[in-house]
């Protein structure tokens, strides 16, 4: 373990417990808060799921069956570093928030995204009598299945930094455990030596994982809410509302949903869509 993985787990758990609620004004949640986004996480998409860990490592100000979120087996195809042809440089309709983070990441390439190799049950499955024989189809499948990783995803809560933070452990097409330079491979050359580090998964025992930082995850939040206050401003005008003031924006339960939307730039390569319908 690193010295800066080892700083992070002393300085979580020294941080004292804030459960005062200032989301609106910094972008930061309390671990009551954080309960409340999993919950609406895990009821609109039920591919995550709240889960418990051993005693020792729980958290005593989270409920025992709430310590962290998870799912499971989520595809990957292609490695960040040459996913299908994607560009560094933004769109002119994508933003740049602070501190280097992408409001939108869109992927450019010409061709056709792999889809998922489903599983056969039956052999009447592989049986199309009216579709032709196709070497490339095979070629293509092959390929698939080489390339093929899944990764379990972890959000817990950071106390240090009163947000939620990712943990990501990756598998081979085998269910081999991949090694920390494999599982690098999968993140963004832009964010790889400044959010991602190598750390042992805080809720199970001597499992390997990359940890995305969260020391900007309140600033980014911060800047999506202004812009979603902005954008219903806006609307309410144009509609002829009689005021586009006190308008919400994002809701605190809408936490997570946010949150996995501006992290999937970190990891190009994973399907995110596969755990979540588009918000």
């Known amino acids: 373990m690193s010295i800066r993985s080892k700083f992070s787990m002393l300085r979580e758990y020294l941080t004292p417990i804030n459960h005062n609620s200032n989301f609106t004004s ?11 986004a999993g919950d609406y996480l895990t009821y609109k998409f039920p591919t995550w799921e709240w889960s418990s860990c051993p005693d020792k490592l729980q958290k005593d100000f989270l409920p025992k069956d709430k310590q962290f979120l998870v799912t499971k087996h989520v595809p990957s195809y292609q490695r960040a570093f040459n996913y299908l042809g994607i560009e560094a440089d933004l769109d002119e309709d994508e933003e740049e928030l602070e501190d280097g983070w992408v409001k939108s990441h869109k ?7 792999p889809q998922e190799v489903e599983e056969i049950d039956e052999l009447e499955d592989l049986v199309d009598e009216t579709a032709e ?3 490339d189809d095979f070629e293509d499948l092959s390929k698939n299945e080489n390339n093929l990783r899944k990764y379990d995803l972890y959000i817990c809560y950071s106390t ?7 943990y990501l452990v990756g598998f081979n097409s085998n269910g ?13 050359t832009d964010y790889r030596d400044k959010t991602a580090t190598i750390e042992n998964l805080p809720v199970t025992y001597n499992t390997t994982s990359v940890s995305i930082h969260p020391c900007r995850h309140s600033t980014v939040m911060k800047v999506f809410m202004k812009h979603a206050i902005e954008a219903q401003k806006k609307k309410r005008v144009e509609d002829d509302s009689e005021s586009s003031e006190d308008v919400e924006g994002i809701r605190v339960d809408q936490y997570l949903i946010i949150f996995l ?19």
């Open 176 to 188: 081999i455990p991949l090694l920390p330079k494999q599982m690098f491979e999968d993140i963004s």
């Open 160 to 166: 240090s930094y009163r947000v939620p933070k990712l």
């Open 261 to 279: 939307k501006f992290i999937a730039s970190v990891t190009p390569g994973i399907e995110y869509d596969y755990t979540m319908e588009v918000f």
């Open 133 to 135: 024989l196709n070497i």
């Open 26 to 36: 910094t972008g930061e949640i309390s671990p009551e808060e954080f309960v409340k």
């Open 107 to 113: 992927i450019h390439t010409t061709k056709k995204l």
